[in-house]
């Protein structure tokens, strides 16, 4: 048994790896939600992922894109744990379902629920493709680097799923109740006006 | 913000599109960077610091 007084400092290195990693939590938890759908299960992720980038911190090149590194082990865990798990995927579907429309957003009602809905339209690797580049704030080659394929596939996903995601949005092309098609996408260009109106003014 | 007239509308408007939709997209994200980071997570970070220092 260890004695309580012979626990090792903390080294600088581990002090300051983990003053990034802290920042970093919000994005995980954020990529997480996307690939999972599902908050509670999007958490569990995120802190395994963040778990495994501790303990994985002395392979961290420090001054290297810390937060592409994070990403790609929460992606990796988020891959490895579905395909161990892949009979658990109808009920978390369904959780997933039941989560996203029950979000709530007051500003925006129709348009940001509207596209969650569309987003889950995409195939998975559009989805993440989009998702890194459109709202992570990654560059195609980091992006690249994270789904571990080349820059000319993420760029083509990338693209793939702008177009299905308007597409999408302006057929209305999933199911939804009350809602016109068509009306996601004027909800969203209708708060793109006011939006950038409140940037300009 | 124009572009040349010779792209025709169609394309403008294609364009404002996709700018709506990457707007919106941002928004979707950042508005879970911006909650709050539940206590749980820090809390297994310390852990994992005195765990470290039981394993040394």
Redesign the interface.
């Given at each position: 048994m260890s004695a309580r007084g012979a626990a090792k400092p903390p080294s600088s290195d581990d002090e300051r790896f983990k003053r990034e990693l802290v920042v970093l939590i919000p994005h995980l938890r954020a990529f997480a939600r996307t690939l999972t759908g599902d908050p509670t299960a999007a958490d569990d992720l995120a802190q395994d992922a963040m778990m495994k980038a501790w303990d994985a911190r002395a392979s961290y090149q420090m001054g290297t894109n810390m937060k592409a590194w994070t990403f790609m082990i929460l992606r990796n865990q988020f891959y490895s744990e579905k395909r161990r798990s892949w009979r658990q995927s109808q009920l978390d579907q369904e959780a997933a379902e039941r989560t996203l429309v029950a979000v709530d957003d007051p500003e925006a009602p129709v348009a940001l629920d509207e596209l969650r809905q569309a987003l889950k339209t995409l195939p998975e690797e559009q989805r993440e493709a989009l998702i890194l580049v459109g709202a992570g704030g990654f560059a195609y080659e980091e992006a690249a680097a994270i789904c571990n394929c080349a820059v000319g596939t993420v760029k083509s996903r990338v693209s793939r799923a702008r177009k299905a995601l308007q597409a999408t949005l302006e057929r209305g092309g999933y199911a939804r109740d009350g809602q016109a098609a068509g009306d996601a996408m004027r909800a969203i260009l209708g708060e793109a006006d006011r939006l950038s109106g409140q940037r300009q003014g | 913000m124009r572009r040349k007239p010779d792209e025709g509308p169609a394309l403008e408007e294609?364009r404002?599109?996709?700018?709506?939709?990457?707007?919106?997209?941002?928004?979707?994200?950042?508005?879970?960077?911006?909650?709050p980071?539940?206590d749980?997570?820090?809390d297994?970070?310390r852990r994992?610091?005195?765990r470290?220092?039981?394993?040394?």
């Amino acid at each position: 048994m260890s004695a309580r007084g012979a626990a090792k400092p903390p080294s600088s290195d581990d002090e300051r790896f983990k003053r990034e990693l802290v920042v970093l939590i919000p994005h995980l938890r954020a990529f997480a939600r996307t690939l999972t759908g599902d908050p509670t299960a999007a958490d569990d992720l995120a802190q395994d992922a963040m778990m495994k980038a501790w303990d994985a911190r002395a392979s961290y090149q420090m001054g290297t894109n810390m937060k592409a590194w994070t990403f790609m082990i929460l992606r990796n865990q988020f891959y490895s744990e579905k395909r161990r798990s892949w009979r658990q995927s109808q009920l978390d579907q369904e959780a997933a379902e039941r989560t996203l429309v029950a979000v709530d957003d007051p500003e925006a009602p129709v348009a940001l629920d509207e596209l969650r809905q569309a987003l889950k339209t995409l195939p998975e690797e559009q989805r993440e493709a989009l998702i890194l580049v459109g709202a992570g704030g990654f560059a195609y080659e980091e992006a690249a680097a994270i789904c571990n394929c080349a820059v000319g596939t993420v760029k083509s996903r990338v693209s793939r799923a702008r177009k299905a995601l308007q597409a999408t949005l302006e057929r209305g092309g999933y199911a939804r109740d009350g809602q016109a098609a068509g009306d996601a996408m004027r909800a969203i260009l209708g708060e793109a006006d006011r939006l950038s109106g409140q940037r300009q003014g | 913000m124009r572009r040349k007239p010779d792209e025709g509308p169609a394309l403008e408007e294609a364009r404002l599109r996709q700018q709506a939709i990457g707007v919106k997209l941002r928004h979707l994200f950042d508005e879970v960077v911006n909650e709050p980071v539940p206590d749980e997570f820090l809390d297994i970070l310390r852990r994992a610091d005195d765990r470290r220092g039981d394993g040394a």
